[in-house]
């Protein structure tokens, strides 16, 4: 059983930059595909990107496509979003998740329900 825990949130300027990082306590990522996900005030969690677990193939959201870029160290401890030409409407707090056995079907990753471990979530304000 793992346990995941978000950091890396801040304030920042549109056009800038951050990097979240999802880490695993409990185990590895090794057997789970991880995503992250956003609420914002008023709004429904909604998908982001997903790193799935066997191959290391990425799927991205639209809105955040050629911006945000999602990766997996070699440890298999820690999924990182690295978030570049940030705006204001991505002002969230961003969760990570953890999907283990049974897996979900590609088809249903952007959906939260049914992801195994989330984490507390972390702030996001991109400023205009």
């Known amino acids: 059983q793992v346990q995941v825990a978000e950091s890396g949130g801040g304030l920042v300027q549109a056009g800038g930059s951050l990097r979240l990082t999802c880490t695993a306590s409990?185990?590895?990522?090794?057997?789970?595909?991880v995503a992250w996900f956003r609420q914002a005030p008023g709004k429904e969690r909604e998908f982001v990107a997903v790193?799935?677990?066997?191959?290391?193939?990425?799927y991205y959201a639209d809105p955040v496509k050629g911006r945000f870029t999602i990766s997996r160290d070699n440890a298999k401890t820690a999924v990182f979003l690295q978030m570049n030409s940030l705006k204001p409407e991505d002002t969230a707090v961003y969760f990570c998740?953890?999907?283990?056995?049974?897996?979900?079907?590609?088809?249903?990753?952007?959906?939260?329900?049914?992801?195994?471990?989330w984490g507390q979530g972390t702030q996001v304000t991109v400023s205009s």
């Open positions: 409990g185990g590895t990522f090794s057997r789970y595909s």
């Open positions: 790193y799935r677990w066997n191959g290391g193939r990425t």
């Open positions: 998740a953890a999907d283990g056995p049974p897996y979900k079907i590609l088809s249903d990753l952007h959906n939260a329900e049914g992801y195994d471990y």
